[in-house]
């Protein structure tokens, strides 16, 4: 009997394994991310719960604050050596300030206690005496120009007027600066100065046309259009019932908005005025092109007009001027205590705007 042949049993077929997704084609990348986006706009766009509202601006407001924290301490570290070395008495006059910031530029990297003398009396009664008489002529016409505007002035003019007052409020610095420096300078210097008055200082300093009358002109110009912007809406929010019943009463228009218009927006005058001083003192490129950048203290006994003419620097161009020497440790603590110094009248400013507006808020109107 013949052996039965075996069979073998046929060998399984190798299944494969579930086949890997095919790449999307950049149609299919595109659409992903479409649907992403909208989905993203979607959460955006419907309304917040309350709670988690309060917990992103919450966020946003302590990150603000945590900014200028953390700004303000590593200006006032920085600026620590000079106040190590002289407490606050570098705040006084004494001593020549262009030499004092030149030996300090000119030490190394370790300098000595004596290269941290410094007197910057002539940059702070610089920064002041420009940012007062600013202030003072911009306040005078900011407030009769927007009573113009808001009062006086026919409804076409007025609709132009305000939204070129905003656009002259964010024009650059620079700009100012220039046309300061190709049209008022040799104007001032060619026409205005006469040659008694440079003779009669030339061995105090040198008249140009740079100096503290150009820097006036100049920053009320910059100043004024922020406070028009503001005062002209806190006159435009005043009730109108106010000044009509004092027309009513016998007054004259334009005497009823003095006496009652302008009483009730006194708070956003004094917050108009508090900004544009701000501005005033930070104020840098501008003044370091057209105030002639000499640490010289204009002295009002040379007669008003040569007072005006005299050049000067401020706290603000200080650091312009000398920025380029900021490697030097002594210069570069100097230049961060001008900047501590200029942080904290800005701290001022806004103390003493909220304190003054306090007791005018009886007064304040609903926007």
Known sequence: MSTTSRQRAPAPFLQAGPAPPESPGPGGLLRGVRR??????????NPWPDRRAERVLGAVSLSIGACVLAMVVFVGVR????????GLSW?????????QLESMQATGVNP???????NAWPLVYGTLLSTFFAVILGIVVAVLASIFIVELAPDGLRKVAIPVIRLLASVPSVIYGLIGILVLVPFVGNHLITSSQKA??????????????VVIVILTVMITPIMIALICEALQAAPRSWREGAVALGLNPLRAVLAVTLRAIRPAIVAAAVLATARALGEAVMIQ?????SSFIPNLSHGPLVFLYEPLRTLASAIVDYHEGIGA??????????????LFSACVLS????LIKLPLRRYQTAG
């Open 79 to 86: 600026a620590w050596p000079i106040f190590a070395h002289n």
């Open 200 to 213: 009669s200082v030339q061995s105090t300093v040198e008249l140009t046309g740079q100096g503290l009358g």
């Open 289 to 293: 092109m057209v105030a002639g950048g």
């Open 112 to 118: 000595p206690a004596s290269a941290f003398a410094l």
């Open 36 to 45: 992403r986006l909208s989905g993203a706009l979607a959460r955006v766009r």
């Open 351 to 354: 103390v003493a705007g909220y």
């Open 91 to 99: 705040l006084g006059p004494g001593g020549n300030l262009n030499e």
């Open 329 to 342: 440790p002594a210069l570069q603590a100097t230049l961060y205590a001008f900047a501590a110094l200029l």
